[in-house]
């Protein structure tokens, strides 16, 4: 049965400053409202009922997305998933992301949601948060009277926990620019097309000649956050890329992770998926590392 929302403060700061003064003063009753896709959601639902909304929507230079591919990239916490799913840098130079964006199959969310909102959510099986594992990215964090910045993967502390204190917002995401010879690839496994993942993987690979010099592997939905495969990646890095080694990276990549078994999939079938995902995804990598498939066709 729909109920109505509880009363509470609505306040609109026009700088990140006052913002995070707001978010200071009231503390755990606050909530910070980019987008709303989720928040209003379970405002209506009364799994939260904040006494004060802090929306950021009208804060000037907060929806950037800046980036060359040599420079990095730029995320601000308003820029939409739409946004940077259009951005050219993106389609470019940060596949991993632009496909865990494109899987969504909503336009309103996409329209509506931010990149920044979706990971400060902390679902175990975002499409946004591996690929940005995957592909090394920070978070840059504000405070009453303090600045600091910490990668993704430390970000995330469980499923609907991120490492900021009491006052604090993210303002933006930073990716660093891809070396020369990078290719990244994400894939995903779902019901269907609208369903939150049962298994997503991301994997950014550096190559030189046919050797990889470097790459990073993240899981989705196989644990509380999203995790890196290292033992998979230490297997890998320094290697002669050929079929066989492939196999057997995506073999130990299976073996690190610890699904559940739930309503989406057992756990059994996700621990066999996974290195079906992962040797697709090396494989796809491989191929856009070395140049046939980098740039995405429209």
């Not at 509470?8 to 700061?13: A, R, T």
């Not at 948060?129 to 964090?141: F, S, T």
């Not at 303090?146 to 900021?164: D, H, Q």
Request: hydrophobic share 45%.
């Amino acid at each position: 049965m729909a109920r109505g929302l509880k009363p509470f403060e609505f306040i609109e700061p026009k700088s990140v400053k006052e913002a995070v003064s707001t978010l200071s003063r009231w503390g755990s009753r606050a909530r910070l409202l980019a987008g709303g896709v989720t928040l209003v959601d379970d405002m209506r639902r009364r799994v939260v009922t904040p006494g004060c909304v802090v929306s950021i929507q009208n804060i000037p230079g907060i929806d950037c997305i800046k980036g060359d591919g040599k420079s990095g990239l730029k995320i601000g916490a308003m820029a939409s998933l739409r946004a940077v799913e259009l951005s050219p840098v993106v389609q470019r130079d940060y596949l991993p992301l632009y496909e865990g964006i494109h899987h969504i199959h909503s336009l309103q969310t996409k329209y509506m949601g931010t990149v920044v909102g979706n990971l400060c959510v902390a679902s175990p099986a975002s499409d946004i948060a591996v690929p940005l594992v995957a592909l090394g990215a920070e978070v840059k964090v504000k405070g009453v009277g303090r600045t600091r910045s910490m990668p993704v993967e430390k970000f995330l502390l469980g499923v609907n926990r991120i490492a900021l204190k009491r006052g604090e917002m993210v303002t933006e995401l930073t990716i660093p620019a891809p070396a020369k010879g990078t290719g990244g690839a994400f894939l995903r496994l779902a019901r269907t097309a609208a369903d939150v993942a049962k298994l997503n993987v991301a994997v950014v690979m550096t190559v030189s000649g046919n050797v990889c010099r470097d790459v990073r592997i993240a899981l989705g939905a196989v644990a509380p956050i999203p995790i890196r495969a290292r033992k998979a990646e230490a297997a890998l890095n320094g290697q002669k890329l050929d079929p066989e080694v492939l196999s057997q990276v995506a073999e130990v990549a299976s073996q690190e992770a610890r699904p559940i078994s739930d309503f989406r999939s057992t756990a059994e079938y996700r621990t066999e998926m996974i290195g079906l995902l992962v040797r697709r995804g090396l494989e796809t990598a491989l191929e856009r590392a070395r140049g046939s498939s980098r740039r995405k066709v429209t």
